[in-house]
């Protein structure tokens, strides 16, 4: 899995550029979260592609790295633009330490901004 950052209006942004599947493994994507946890990063967001799919396998992975940038004053989002994987992620997030979005230009909304 490959993925790119974009730094924009205070965000790093994580974009996979590869699509996540059934079969992919939360494992790929843990070096990266861990890169900007490790780097200080206070708002980041992890942008998935349009076709990707989100195993459950990633949800706890997730919810980790939510609650240790949100522990550290941060906020952790996801941009999904597959209505299904938002709506998902949604349901799984009942306590909100998951932001989850549909367009990267919503991460800039004032109703989500810290």
Do not use: H
């Not at 924009?8 to 990266?32: F, H, K, N, V, W």
């Not at 946890?37 to 919810?63: H, K, M, N, Q, Y």
């Amino acid at each position: 899995m490959q993925v790119v950052w974009v730094r924009q209006r205070g965000y790093t942004i994580l974009r996979a550029q590869d699509r996540i599947g059934a079969m992919s493994s939360p494992g790929e994507l843990r070096p990266y979260l861990k890169e900007a946890l490790d780097a200080g990063c206070r708002r980041v967001a992890l942008e998935f592609t349009r076709d990707s799919v989100l195993p459950s396998a990633f949800l706890p992975l997730l919810r980790e790295f939510a609650r240790r940038i949100t522990g550290r004053g941060g906020s952790f989002s996801v941009v999904a633009g597959n209505p299904q994987m938002l709506e998902m992620l949604r349901w799984f997030d009942a306590d909100g330490m998951l932001r989850s979005v549909a367009r990267r230009e919503e991460l800039f909304s004032a109703s989500i901004m810290l």
